[in-house]
């Protein structure tokens, strides 16, 4: 029997809507924010994520779908968002608009990982990116965004850090005081980190297998200029004046080389889905347009996983299926007949209308009207046929009203208020 392939799922639509209700409040709170759609190719020049996300990260180095076109070029699957999206402001020259340039996306991603709870290797991710300005209230902008969307979702339960990364060359004299830190302890460290403190050393901040060994390891704030500490201070005072809760870790870096000054994470409490609690984060990127190719554009944007989104809600046993508003149950061919031009007029109307295509009998029908989650049951006999009248049965309470069947569109859209 052929099966799915390895670290990917199947949305049935046993659990599509929580998809549905995701991408709706996404996109309603990028209208809000005033972030336009962009669409990206799912496959790219391998070269634009080895330049973009960083030769020494763990995505780039063990984690891509790289393969040859038939003209021998090297394309990888895109591991993520934020690359294709510089790519295509730097090719288009979307930076040289005189506004701030606020571009969302919504799709696929793809990561040769080790599948586990809350990790696939075709996953998919919302998110936005700014360009143009340098400005900290940006920066908490981004933050409150993404606040928006958890809370409009119900995930009141996630919890907000941010931090700051400094500039590059201060993050260079940061990773050299932290080598050597290091250093004595070096070989008690796993083998991930120990590939990473020649290449990369700040990833190791974010093990959770050394983390008792890296305890008083050197801060990065202590490495960072006025400037720097100044715009962190500003996105900090800016977000808790938005009424935002926050707490700020000193050891947040992110997984990705590109980021500059602020950066921040949400995540759930881990008995929410076993192992894997980070279900999204962001931060500034202000040098990797010009590294790309385009001139020096401060940046900032946010990330989330959708199917981590989507598992929280399944754990805060969010409802799966959207309640339709009437499942037609006819009785008789004569009453099949009939409903056909009421179940055009109710939907050309915008309400959500079903009916059994088994055809079974009224009794089954009233079932399936239940299992379909139809608030009322519109139900058509011969009595009903002759009369253009339909019997409407509210399924909750079992009341029932005989209803003229030009009223009947009117009757169901009352009930929704």
């Not at 005072?237 to 809760?245: E, L, N, Q, S, T």
């Not at 009939?338 to 009794?363: E, N, Q």
């Amino acid at each position: 029997m052929l099966q799915k392939p390895k670290g990917t799922a199947d949305i049935l639509p046993t659990h599509i809507n929580r998809w549905h209700t995701i991408e709706r409040v996404v996109r309603r709170a990028c209208q809000r924010y005033d972030y336009q759609e962009l669409r990206t190719p799912i496959f790219e020049a391998t070269d634009l994520f080895v330049r973009g996300v960083g030769q020494a990260t763990d995505v780039v180095d063990k984690e891509m779908f790289t393969f040859y076109d038939k003209a021998q070029r090297s394309m990888t699957l895109r591991p993520e968002g934020t690359a294709g999206v510089v790519r295509a402001v730097v090719e288009h020259k979307l930076y040289a608009a005189a506004d701030v340039q606020r571009l969302y996306y919504v799709g696929p991603m793809f990561r040769y990982e080790q599948p586990q709870s809350g990790r696939y290797r075709q996953f998919h991710q919302w998110g936005i990116e700014a360009f143009g300005s340098a400005s900290p209230l940006l920066d908490a902008e981004t933050i409150a965004l993404g606040h928006d969307v958890l809370t409009q979702l119900g995930i009141a339960h996630a919890a907000l850090e941010i931090n700051t990364v400094g500039t590059a060359a201060e993050r260079g004299r940061y990773a050299q005081r932290l080598r050597a830190h290091v250093a004595p302890i070096a070989d008690q460290l796993c083998s991930d980190c120990r590939a990473r403190l020649g290449r990369n050393p700040l990833r190791i901040l974010d093990c959770k297998k050394d983390a008792a060994l890296l305890q008083d390891v050197p801060v990065l704030m202590d490495d960072l200029g006025a400037e720097s500490i100044a715009h962190f201070e500003a996105v900090c005072r800016h977000v808790a004046a938005m009424g935002i809760a926050f707490v700020h870790n000193r050891r947040l870096v992110r997984g990705l080389d590109y980021y500059t000054h602020t950066a921040f994470e949400w995540s759930v409490p881990v008995d929410t889905f076993g192992s894997i609690h980070a279900i999204g984060g962001g931060g500034r990127y202000d040098d990797l347009v010009a590294h790309l190719g385009g001139p020096h554009t401060p940046a900032v944007g946010l990330a989330f996983g959708i199917e981590r989104l989507a598992r929280v809600l399944d754990a805060q046993c969010v409802g799966e299926r959207p309640m339709l508003d009437a499942c037609f149950v006819a009785m008789g061919d004569a009453a099949v007949e009939a409903i056909v031009p009421m179940l055009s007029s109710c939907r050309r109307a915008g309400l959500a209308v079903t009916f059994d295509a088994l055809h079974r009998k009224p009794k089954a029908q009233l079932k399936f009207a239940v299992r379909a989650q139809a608030r009322y049951a519109v139900i058509v006999g011969d009595d009903e046929v002759a009369a253009h009248t339909v019997v409407l049965k509210h399924l909750a309470t079992e009341r029932q009203q005989i209803v003229p069947q030009e009223q009947l569109i009117t009757m169901l859209h009352a009930s929704e208020e």
